[in-house]
């Protein structure tokens, strides 16, 4: 099955510094990455997605890039801020009808003002 | 408009008890979800149902069994509990179209004594 990797499990950065977050899969027939974000005590939320027909997505801040050849994904935060702290998770759809996620496991990101 | 709810928030077990976990969702989504969240291995998924009346095994579907009688509910059984189960359990839902986020419940946290 598939198997996703995520890098590192804790990143600590200085406010307005980038920070990026590398996961690795698996399963070359995945085609759907989803971020998710879960601050401390609270549900994980969506933050950005790709489909494996595109190479890069950018919202505002946060970016991912996908390189479909060597089975990584990354997530590019810039210009942090202290309210982006949090636990970030990787995660990966392993079958065509896209109905299954296969997490990572976590990156806690702490920005310093 | 609630979302995705869960009851309860918190329990605490002996070991060896039974008890249900509830997850509802008003969005009219066919997919519904139950991880668990354990500190260092991210969300892996229990068990899952992609419609009414169905169901299916996730990564961990051990020790555990669900039902989906009705579309907006997607139930959580622990027949006969361990401490191993102590966790965070999340519910999700999504909708069967082209987008594919998944939306998460606040999350019980469960203590097997």
């Known amino acids: 099955g598939e198997n996703v990797e995520q890098h590192p499990s804790t990143l600590s950065v200085q406010e307005g510094d980038s920070a990026v977050i590398k996961c690795t899969y698996s399963d070359s027939a995945s085609n759907y990455f989803p971020w998710y974000k879960q601050e401390l005590g609270k549900r994980p939320q969506l933050i950005i997605d790709i489909r494996s027909n595109v190479g890069e997505k950018k919202d505002q801040r946060i970016a991912v890039t996908l390189n479909k050849t060597a089975k990584h994904f990354s997530l590019h935060i810039t210009e942090t801020q202290p309210e982006d702290s949090a636990v970030y998770f990787c995660?990966?759809?392993?079958?065509?009808?896209?109905?299954?996620?296969?997490f990572g496991t976590g990156t806690r990101l702490l920005v310093s003002p | 408009n609630a979302g995705v709810t869960q009851t309860p928030k918190f329990r605490v077990l002996k070991t060896g008890q039974s008890m249900t976990l509830l997850c509802a969702q008003d969005?009219?989504?066919?997919?519904m979800y139950w991880y668990r969240q354990d500190p260092g291995m991210g969300l892996r998924l229990i068990h899952y149902?992609?419609?009414?009346?169905?169901?299916a095994k996730g990564e961990v579907p051990d020790g555990y069994n669900v039902s989906r009688l009705k579309k907006q509910n997607f139930l959580l059984g622990l027949e006969s509990a361990a401490p191993s189960q102590t966790s965070v359990y999340f519910c999700a839902s999504r909708s069967a179209g082209t987008r594919h986020e998944q939306y998460f419940g606040p999350g019980t946290r469960l203590t097997v004594t």
């Open positions: 995660a990966a759809s392993p079958n065509t009808g896209f109905q299954k996620l296969v």
């Open positions: 149902s992609v419609g009414e009346g169905t169901t």
């Open positions: 969005m009219n989504h066919e997919y």
